[in-house]
């Protein structure tokens, strides 16, 4: 990369704004995955060992710009105590006076985490004067949160206009890693898309289809291509706006010889719960009221011939709603076929990693990515904001 990274600089006794993914899976206030705030302890501890004073700041969730205790932070600030064996201080918010003020309060290798930056609805939207707040709280700003390195938001881009800019570890391992693997894949290369961004990802397989041999399509994503080829969804999470979108992809892959997957069955469920009546049915039997929250048996033996014989995986977005194991049974045989794929085989994105280590077979795996739609959109080619916006070496 040819990005400065926190070697190129001296932090000590400064203040470092560290933009972290710590976007972590959570239930009930606990967290499910901690993958990715492992990930961003060596650029921290890194920071802490030198003298500075670390500021963490990340999202969580998609509280759309306002304060919603359910998105707070507080439960990594506890987790991250606990892993870095040292008390990290909560912040109420993630910029005002009482911010400013415990920033002051901070000595030499303290680490304080601000709360969610998108309470403010200026974050996503980039708005500079939250970026200049951001920025009025450090000396330095360091970015390590690659899962969050395709969005140009205040924390991730705007910031970088107001101070010296580098990238942390994490950052800099996971481009080097990427641009290894992807540049000139091994063939067949196949990618695995799922889970339920559909609109955030649905665009990205355009640029897809034209690098990869296979495009193996399941979870929400799935039932929006379905939709798009008339069958009757019933009550399933189908994105309308996006039908001749996916009917457009279809023909681009058929164009392009590449070979697209989509489910034959899915496990049916009458309500989107645990322990809610569930069957298997094809794909022209969904009933009315019923919605698909995994890819059914046919599905997973046809995915899983596809995937084996790859040389190249990635693979983003669970095959279903893994969390409640009435519907994880795809995405754990998807995970198993990824798993002996003797290939390069790589598996990003927040809910997708924590479903890989739930089916404990994550050290299977060539690499595990922080970033889901950052992964993709560095594969396809587009120049990560969050890594463009860092100073050049
Ligand atoms: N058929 C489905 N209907 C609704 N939600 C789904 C379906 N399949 C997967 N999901 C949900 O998608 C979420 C993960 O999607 P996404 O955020 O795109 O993945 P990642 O975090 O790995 O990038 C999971 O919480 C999962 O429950
Ligand atoms: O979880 C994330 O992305 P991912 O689900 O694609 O891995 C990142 O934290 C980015 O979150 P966002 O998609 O709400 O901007």
């Not at 309470?119 to 939250?130: P, Y």
């Amino acid at each position: 990369m040819n990005k400065k990274s926190v070697r190129d600089i001296d932090v000590q006794g400064k203040r470092v704004f560290v933009r972290v993914d710590f976007n972590v899976p959570l239930e009930n206030g606990k967290i499910t995955d901690d993958t990715r705030i492992q990930a961003a302890l060596p650029t921290i501890q890194y920071l802490q060992q030198q003298g500075a004073k670390v500021i963490l700041a990340s999202h969580l969730g998609r509280p759309k710009g306002k304060v919603d205790p359910a998105f707070s932070l507080q439960p990594v600030a506890a987790h991250l105590s606990h892993l870095l064996g040292q008390d990290v201080t909560m912040a109420e918010d993630s910029v005002g006076d009482t911010v400013k003020h415990q920033v002051n309060q901070m000595k030499n290798g303290d680490v304080l985490l601000l709360e969610n930056v998108r309470f403010h609805g200026g974050e996503e939207k980039n708005d500079a004067d939250l970026a200049k707040s951001f920025a009025e709280l450090a000396d330095l700003y360091v970015n390590d949160a690659f899962g969050t390195a395709h969005r140009a938001h205040a924390s991730t881009a705007g910031i970088a206009e107001y101070l010296p800019a580098v990238a942390g570890f994490l950052m800099e391992k996971e481009i080097s890693i990427m641009g290894n693997a992807l540049s000139d894949p091994e063939r067949p290369f196949t990618a695995i898309i799922g889970g339920a961004k559909v609109s955030d990802k649905i665009t990205v397989l355009e640029n897809l289809i034209e690098k990869v041999d296979q495009l193996i399509i399941g979870g929400g994503m799935a039932n929006t291509f379905l939709a798009a080829q008339g069958y009757q969804l019933g009550k399933s999470l189908v994105e309308a706006d996006k039908l001749d979108l996916a009917n457009t992809l279809i023909e681009k892959a058929r164009a392009n010889n590449v070979i697209l997957f989509l489910p034959e069955d899915v496990v049916v469920a009458k309500e989107f719960k645990a322990d809610t009546e569930h069957k298997i049915v094809d794909i022209d039997q969904i009933p009315d009221d019923w919605m698909a929250l995994d890819i059914g048996p046919k599905t997973s033996e046809t995915y899983r011939l596809a995937i084996v014989r790859s040389q190249t995986v990635i693979w983003n977005g669970p095959m279903g709603v893994f969390e409640m194991d009435a519907f994880a049974k795809g995405t754990n045989e998807v995970a198993q076929a990824v798993a002996e794929t003797e290939g390069v085989t790589i598996v990003g994105g927040g809910d997708s990693v924590a479903a890989v280590e739930k089916s404990g077979l994550a050290d299977k795996m060539t690499h595990i990515s922080t970033g889901g739609g950052a992964s993709l959109e560095f594969l396809e080619g587009k120049a990560l904001p969050g890594v463009e916006a860092l100073q050049d070496k």
